[in-house]
């Protein structure tokens, strides 16, 4: 079943495209281009997994295409690939005309996006996400970034892609803690937004594997709630995009104290989410019964929901996150299932409820 979230931003108009079908990627690309010159970008696993498939689809249409190869994971995400990229595109014969293809996770669609967001001042990309946090989160909003010594996606871009093809059947080879990984997300989209489909990923989730369909649908419901957002806030100025943040600074701070090794990013949003629960009760913003309802869906996804950590640690760190104001740092906070609010939030109230939690 082939689905299209029209994304409609003031300063371009996108389609992202769910469907398995490779004529509606075709279909999308060849109304969407003006140029026959690709340079596809991808990570080293999916290079073994998927790659001959995906370009043999171009080049059978015509396209010219080029590739390039970059580290896979967390370390592929630095200035050493963009200067990689910057020279095999110049190499390849890659002018402000051709378009760049994200084939892969997060990091892939990152370091892709802010390459084709400074490439000869900036080429046209299209996004083909193949990990499930990247097919319900980072391919679509146009937030681009690589690390840098001192930190996460310090340098980047706001820069939308013209195209996203979402082909879940990708998710067959990705390994089971990246699905997971993927959740923490899905999940935030239902506690802000929408009761039902938090009811729907409880039933989704008995079953040991995700069904295609559901996956199908989840992601649909994923992008439907990005777009939404972005299209009101494209490059978080109103405060709208904030509330994508639920559970972040926590995690942020979690992931920097534990140098991004121990947890991927889904795991530490998840504990990220259920701090802001724990939040959000001891300030009287929601009851117990939602609380309950918040642990109950992550624990269900199986994450692991172990917090021991140095608390002091994590407030220094939270404290220096963006949301950071005037000392008092600013939570999205869960009001119930579907509803959000946001508050500042005093330190000795962070402090203790950082106590309980990490102890
Ligand atoms: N731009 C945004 O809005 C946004 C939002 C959220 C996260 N992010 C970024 O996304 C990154 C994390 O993304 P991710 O979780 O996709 O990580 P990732 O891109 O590192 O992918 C995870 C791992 O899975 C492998 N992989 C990818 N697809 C596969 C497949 N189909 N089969 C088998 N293996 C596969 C990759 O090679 C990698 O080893 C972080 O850098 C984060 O900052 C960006």
């Not at 300063?11 to 490779?22: M, R």
């Not at 806030?233 to 992931?255: M, P, Q, S």
């Not at 917090?307 to 760190?317: G, T």
């Not at 299932?337 to 000795?348: F, M």
Request: charged share 25%; proline share 1%; glycine share 6%.
């Amino acid at each position: 079943m082939k689905q299209v979230i029209n994304v409609n931003l003031k300063t371009n108009k996108y389609d992202i495209v769910i469907s398995q079908s490779e004529n509606d990627f075709l279909t999308g690309l060849k109304k969407t281009l003006k140029t026959s010159s690709l340079f596809v970008i991808t990570d080293k696993n999916i290079e073994k997994l998927h790659l001959k498939y995906f370009t043999n689809l171009l080049k059978q249409k015509g396209y010219n295409v080029k590739i390039s190869v970059i580290h896979a994971g967390e370390t592929g995400k630095n200035i050493k690939s963009l200067s990689f990229l910057y020279d095999k595109a110049l190499e390849a014969g890659i002018d402000r005309k051709s378009c760049v293809i994200a084939f892969g996770g997060g990091v892939v669609g990152d370091v892709a996006g802010f390459f084709a967001a400074t490439y000869m001042r900036g080429i046209n990309y299209i996004q083909v996400p193949t990990t499930l946090l990247a097919m319900t989160d980072s391919s679509v909003g146009g937030k681009t970034a690589i690390n840098t010594k001192g930190g996460k996606n310090i340098a980047g871009a706001f820069y939308q892609p013209s195209l996203v093809w979402i082909n879940s059947s990708f998710l067959s080879t990705l390994p089971r803690r990246h699905i997971k990984n993927g959740f923490a997300e899905i999940i935030k989209y239902a506690l802000i937004f929408d009761k039902k489909f938090y009811d729907y990923l409880f039933d989704a989730l008995d079953n040991e594997t995700i069904a295609p369909k559901d996956f199908d649908y989840i992601i649909y419901k994923s992008c439907t709630y990005k777009a939404k957002i972005i299209e009101k806030d494209e490059k978080e100025i109103t405060g709208l995009r904030a509330v994508l943040n639920l559970g972040h600074t926590f995690a942020h701070a979690l992931e920097t104290l534990t140098k991004y090794r121990k947890f991927l990013h889904g795991e530490a949003v998840a504990i990220g989410i259920l701090f802001a629960a724990k939040l959000s009760l001891r300030t009287k913003i929601c009851g117990p019964e939602v609380y309950k309802e918040v642990e109950k869906l992550l624990k269900k996804a199986n994450f692991n929901l172990d917090a021991k950590n140095d608390e002091q640690q994590l407030l220094l760190l939270m404290k220096k996150d963006k949301k950071s104001l005037n000392g008092n740092i600013k939570f999205i906070l869960i009001e119930n299932i579907g509803k959000t609010a946001d508050r500042l939030v005093k330190d000795d109230i962070v402090l203790d409820v950082l106590k309980s939690f990490t102890r």
